[in-house]
């Protein structure tokens, strides 16, 4: 099935084709409304060939479509008609967690994605479940707000760090992943990754697009860790925390 891949994001719009070598985009931001979105997808993709589209959207996703109005964008999202505006099948799912498909290799896998907030998804043998990880309390505040663009602001590269490697460390000790896959454009901050971490690629995003409609799509052959490794982090997470208390 040749499938399209929609990308919504805060500065731009992506997407890329079954069968294409290359993406096309456009800018988005606060005048970017659902009509304007799809006026600009189907000019981009004119001479494009497809039966299906994937679409993530950077907000919660519920019953295909979107939950909450997204912050960074124009209005209108909820409740508006994809599928007979773009004239397609669709299938939204919220964009970090279409990343993480599209970073998985096998196993449990945690996805965080570094950004302006904390995205979170996890995927288990190939099934993708969005998360809502970065609202959850952390210190004077939540998980986001130490991990994201606000923390790094606030408390500077090197302290930022810290939080990064503390927050997923408790992750994996909460959630025990096979591996953590970090994923967004602050990653390029870390000065060396998490232990069981690998960095994410924001093209993987248009390869968990393609796996929605065809789950085998560019499927990886670098096997998942061993979960023995999980199990020594978690060990040093919790005599770290014992040492605290």
């Not at 589209?53 to 997204?70: D, F, K």
């Not at 870390?190 to 960095?199: F, N, S, T, Y």
Request: hydrophobic share 40%.
């Amino acid at each position: 099935m040749k499938v399209l891949v929609i990308d919504v994001g805060g500065t731009h719009v992506k997407v890329l084709a079954t069968g294409q070598k290359m993406h096309r985009e456009v800018g988005s931001g606060q005048f970017m409304t659902p009509k304007r979105m799809v006026s600009d997808v189907l000019k981009m993709t004119a001479d494009w060939e497809y039966e299906a589209i994937s679409m993530g959207y950077p907000g919660p996703v519920v019953q295909n479509g979107p939950a909450l109005e997204p912050w960074n964008l124009g209005k209108g999202w909820v409740g508006f008609d994809f599928k007979k505006a773009l004239k397609r099948p669709i299938k939204v799912i919220n964009d970090a967690a279409m990343q993480a498909l599209g970073s998985y290799r096998g196993g449990k896998m945690l996805f965080l994605g570094l950004g302006t907030g904390l995205g979170s998804a996890y995927v288990i043998e190939g099934q993708v479940l969005s998360m809502e990880l970065a609202h959850l309390p952390y210190k004077k505040s939540t998980f986001e707000d130490y991990t994201g663009l606000r923390g790094f602001k606030k408390y500077g590269r090197k302290k930022w760090r810290k939080h990064v490697m503390d927050v997923t460390a408790r992750l994996i000790a909460a959630l025990e992943p096979d591996e953590v896959v970090l994923g967004g454009g602050m990653v390029k901050q870390l000065k060396k990754l998490p232990p069981l971490c690998r960095a994410g690629d924001n093209a993987n995003a248009f390869i968990g697009g393609f796996r929605l409609w065809n789950p085998d799509a560019r499927p990886s052959r670098t096997p998942a860790p061993s979960t023995r490794d999980t199990k020594e982090i978690i060990r040093q997470h919790k005599k770290e925390t014992t040492k605290r208390k």
